[in-house]
């Protein structure tokens, strides 16, 4: 089976630009999780995704938004651009409530 | 105070040596989970436990559940074991330790 992918892999963007990333899980698996890292706060939750419905999400402001799609991919979007949105966002697949496979990441900067 | 904390935050080691990495949390758990990031970011889930013991090739993991407390243990450390180990704890959601950077030395 193929693995997580997260598309692009690489991002530049400007302060109060919006930015969408993308993330397809592995194939038959309905969860997908998101998360941020960064070198000041770690990995941090964003949100969780299971059969199209937002089951959990971290404490992440409104700019921070998601969504599933009926094949289980999933879009991640951060409106208005801030320096400290600059990360490794990850998103990880699972059949259920089950060991996380993540992706390979996007690396997020914010100039 | 951190919801998962972890010791040590760096570790140095000569290959073959005996690795142990702690993990203290303070929430109810369900499971709790190790991973393994190498340079460049990539994540590999190693164990989910929600009990006693589990083992994969040189790993071991331990988990005690009164205490709150999960070890991560790797027998015959190898310059490629080198890499961040976190642990997360899995509530609603998984809350991750601050991660154990781990060098292997020839």
């Known amino acids: 089976k193929a693995g997580v992918t997260q598309t692009p892999r690489y991002l530049i963007k400007t302060r109060g630009q919006q930015v969408t990333l993308s993330c397809s899980p592995i194939s038959g698996h309905r969860s997908v999780s998101w998360y941020q890292q960064t070198p000041g706060q770690g990995l941090q939750f964003l949100f969780e995704?299971?059969?199209?419905?937002?089951?959990n999400k971290g404490n992440f402001p409104g700019r921070f938004s998601g969504r599933q799609f009926s094949n289980s991919r999933s879009e991640m979007n951060v409106s208005t651009l801030e320096l400290g949105d600059s990360a490794l966002y990850l998103c990880?697949?699972?059949?259920?409530?089950?060991?996380?496979?993540f992706g390979p990441g996007t690396r997020l900067t914010v100039l | 105070k951190n919801e998962v904390e972890q010791s040590p935050q760096n570790l140095t080691a000569q290959e073959g040596e005996f690795i142990t990495i702690n993990c203290s949390y303070s929430v109810g758990i369900s499971a709790l989970h190790w991973l393994q990031q190498h340079p460049g970011g990539g994540i590999v889930s190693l164990f989910m436990?929600?009990?006693g013991k589990k083992k994969h090739g040189r790993l071991i993991a331990t988990i005690n559940i009164q205490e709150k407390h999960s070890s991560l243990h790797i027998t015959a450390s190898h310059p490629r074991d080198s890499a961040v180990y976190i642990c997360?704890?899995?509530?609603?959601?998984?809350?991750f330790g601050t991660g154990t950077r781990l060098q292997v030395f020839p």
């Open positions: 995704y299971f059969s199209e419905t937002q089951r």
């Open positions: 990880a697949s699972s059949p259920g409530i089950d060991t996380q496979y």
């Open positions: 997360a704890a899995h509530t609603d959601k998984l809350i």
């Open positions: 436990l929600s009990s």
